[in-house]
C-alpha cells in the first residue's frame, strides 16, 4: 500500500468509522484502560456481543483501581456470557498487578504489555497502537482478510499466518498508526467482509490484487478443519435434605478454570458407564437424570450425563450448599447452567 492509499483509508475511517463505546472521539485520546478492556473482551468475542457487556462493566468497575479491588467471583459472574473464562480471571491479574506495581498505568510499548497475564502479541500490538499511538502492526481476523485479499495471497490459513502478518506491518504508517490498526479493522467488518465485499464503496479497491483479479470472494483461503471429537462425563446433582445444591470451584488451571460448576467427573474421550459413580463428591443414591446435555466448546463437543441424590450426611461434603432461588448469583459457565435446567427440570 503507498502512501495515497494510506491516506484514503484513513480519510474513509474518518467518515465512516464505526461509534463504539470503547472509542474515543475524533481528536480525543483514548483511555488505555477502556482500549485494553475492549480488546480483552473482543477475543474470540463479536463486536454485538461485547458493546452491552462493555458498557455494564465499565459502569460497575469505571477506572483500574476499582477492578483491582473487585472480588474474582464478582468479575467472572459479569463476565458470564463472555465465554473463555481464563480472560476474566488474566484480566483481573492484570488489573492487581498495574495497581500494585505500575501505579495504575499501563506500559506503552508492546513488549511491557506482553508481560502482563492474558495479553499476547495482537492485544499488545492492538493496545499500543490505539492507546499510545505506537506503530505497532495489530493483525485480527478481519486484517488477515484485507490483507490476503490487497496481496491476493494464496496459501492458505493459518499457514499464511506469519506472511499477512509480515505485509501487514509493511502497511503500518508512521502518522496515525492507532486510527490505521481501527481503519483496518473497520474495512474488514464493514466492506472487506468475509461473503459479498462490497468492493464497490472500497476506498483501496483500486491497489487490491485480488479485486482486480476477480478473486476477492474465496480469499483468504482456509485448510480443511479436523472435525471435533466428543469427550464424556457424569454431572452430581446433589442436593441437602432442604433442597440446596451442590457446587464446587474447579481448578485455577485448565478449560473454566476457577468457576464455579455443578461436581462432575474429568472429561474424557470414552464414556465412564457405572464406574463414574466412583468420582461422586458423596454418598447418596444416585439415579440418572433422563437426556443429559450436549454443549460444543472450540475444540471439541461435550456430553455430561447427569445423576441427582440427596446427601444425608452433607455436613462433611467439600463445597458450597446455595438454594435454587440463588443459583444465579454463582458464576457459572453455560455447559453448567444447561446441566442445572436439565436437573430442574426432571425434578419439577
Not at 77 to 106: C, D, I, P, T, V
Request: with cysteine.
Amino acid at each position: 500500500m503507498n502512501r495515497g492509499a494510506a491516506g484514503k483509508l484513513l480519510a474513509w475511517y474518518d467518515r465512516y468509522r464505526r461509534d463504539l463505546p470503547w472509542r474515543a472521539p475524533p481528536g480525543r485520546r483514548p483511555e488505555p484502560y477502556r482500549v485494553w478492556l475492549s480488546e480483552i473482551m473482543l477475543q474470540q468475542t463479536t463486536v454485538a456481543t461485547v458493546e452491552g457487556y462493555f458498557g455494564r462493566f465499565v459502569a460497575r468497575w469505571p477506572t483500574l483501581e476499582a477492578l483491582a479491588e473487585a472480588e474474582l467471583d464478582d468479575v467472572l459472574h459479569a463476565w458470564q456470557g463472555l465465554g473463555y473464562y481464563a480472560r476474566a480471571r488474566n484480566l483481573h491479574r492484570s488489573a492487581k498487578l498495574l495497581a500494585r506495581e505500575h501505579g495504575g498505568r499501563f506500559p506503552d510499548s508492546e513488549e511491557a504489555l506482553r508481560a502482563l497475564p492474558g495479553i499476547g502479541a495482537y492485544t499488545a500490538a492492538a493496545i499500543a497502537a490505539i492507546a499510545f499511538d505506537r506503530p505497532a502492526t495489530a493483525v485480527d481476523g478481519n486484517v488477515e482478510r484485507v490483507v490476503a485479499r490487497l496481496f491476493a495471497v494464496e496459501e492458505p490459513l493459518p499457514r499464511a499466518k506469519p506472511a499477512l502478518r509480515r505485509l501487514a506491518a509493511g502497511l503500518t504508517p508512521l502518522a496515525r498508526p492507532g486510527d490505521h490498526v481501527q481503519a483496518m479493522m473497520d474495512l474488514g467488518a464493514t466492506v472487506c467482509t468475509p461473503r459479498s465485499p462490497r468492493c464497490g464503496i472500497c476506498p483501496l479497491a483500486p491497489d487490491c490484487a485480488a479485486f482486480r483479479s476477480g478473486t476477492a470472494e474465496g480469499l483468504p483461503r482456509r485448510e480443511t478443519r479436523a472435525a471435533r471429537s466428543t469427550r464424556y462425563g457424569t454431572a452430581f446433582w446433589a442436593t441437602r435434605p432442604d433442597g440446596a445444591v451442590l457446587l464446587r470451584r474447579r481448578p485455577e488451571t485448565g478449560l473454566l478454570g476457577g468457576m464455579m460448576e455443578v461436581p462432575s467427573t474429568d472429561w474424557r474421550d470414552t464414556r465412564a458407564g457405572p464406574q463414574a459413580l466412583a468420582g461422586a463428591p458423596a454418598r447418596a443414591d444416585w439415579r440418572p437424570v433422563p437426556g443429559g446435555v450436549r454443549h460444543t466448546f472450540t475444540h471439541f463437543h461435550l456430553e455430561l450425563e447427569i445423576v441427582s441424590g440427596v446427601v444425608k450426611d452433607w455436613r462433611a461434603v467439600e463445597g458450597v450448599w446455595t438454594p435454587v432461588a440463588r443459583l444465579d448469583e454463582h458464576a457459572l459457565p453455560s455447559v453448567m447452567k444447561k446441566v442445572v435446567r436439565r436437573a430442574l427440570s426432571h425434578s419439577g
